[in-house]
């Protein structure tokens, strides 16, 4: 089957899946106006999953190739199908395709879920596989793109059995915890603030004492999710004025 032919197959029966209902209650979720089928994400991933078996022999390029035009196509399924294909090719990763990935970033990703999705499959794989990437990542926290300040956040967080986590520097962490400490977009103090919670698993004290720290000035938001897995008796703390 032709890779055109391909994308036409992933379509018409991503169509076939949709729920009218599924789509309209989406949308709750979400500020800005989603492009979506209305189709649990299980499903989806299964789609996914049946396709890249038919593209798998193709070389890296032309799967990207594909993952682009499902990106460039707006619809959240497409989106999840396009990370799902391109992070199961995560081995393959080189350090240039970082450029690639910023770039998909920058024109496609337009909303919380594209976004944590391509960090948690796509960019956090490259800073395990490439560290002194991270800079990089760092600089993000600086952008006028609110997605990628979120980004420069959720990409240090990874799924660790039965819960989210961080495995990364604590320094690295609280520093783009401190570029972001006063964002205006409430999404970005969610995505830091996730952070420093995935990051408060292995490293609770460290992180209390920076929520501690920042406390006055820190975003409830952000502060309310820091502390979310800590003890009652430090979120008491942390919540006092």
């Not at 081995?91 to 395709?97: C, L």
């Not at 991270?134 to 793109?145: E, F, P, T």
């Not at 972001?180 to 698993?201: F, N, R």
Request: hydrophobic share 40%; net charge positive; with cysteine.
């Amino acid at each position: 089957m032709g890779t055109t032919n391909i994308l036409k197959k992933v379509r018409q029966e991503l169509k076939a899946n949709g729920d009218e209902k599924c789509r309209r209650d989406s949308q709750k979720y979400f500020k800005e106006k989603i492009s979506c089928y209305g189709i649990r994400t299980p499903i989806v991933r299964k789609i996914a999953k049946k396709y890249f078996k038919q593209i798998k022999h193709l070389d890296k390029k032309e799967i990207f190739a594909l993952s682009e035009e499902l990106f460039k196509n707006q619809y959240n399924e497409e989106a999840t199908i396009a990370i799902q294909w391109v992070g199961s090719l995560s081995n393959q990763f080189v350090k240039s395709d970082f450029k690639i990935f910023e770039n998909w970033l920058t024109k496609y990703i337009d909303n919380w879920a594209k976004n944590d999705d391509f960090c948690l499959h796509i960019i956090h794989p490259m800073i395990e596989k490439y560290p002194d990437l991270i800079d990089k990542l760092k600089s993000w926290s600086h952008s006028k793109n609110m997605w990628l300040r979120r980004a420069s956040a959720v990409s240090f967080i990874t799924r660790i059995g039965a819960f989210y986590a961080t495995r990364h520097n604590l320094k690295d962490i609280f520093e783009v915890a401190e570029t972001l400490l006063h964002d205006k977009e409430d999404l970005v103090q969610k995505g830091y603030g996730w952070m420093l919670k995935a990051a408060s698993v292995h490293n609770q004290k460290e992180v209390f004492e920076f929520v501690m720290k920042y406390k006055s000035s820190m975003p409830r938001t952000a502060l309310r999710y820091a502390i979310e897995k800590m003890p009652a008796n430090l979120k008491k703390q942390a919540m006092m004025k």
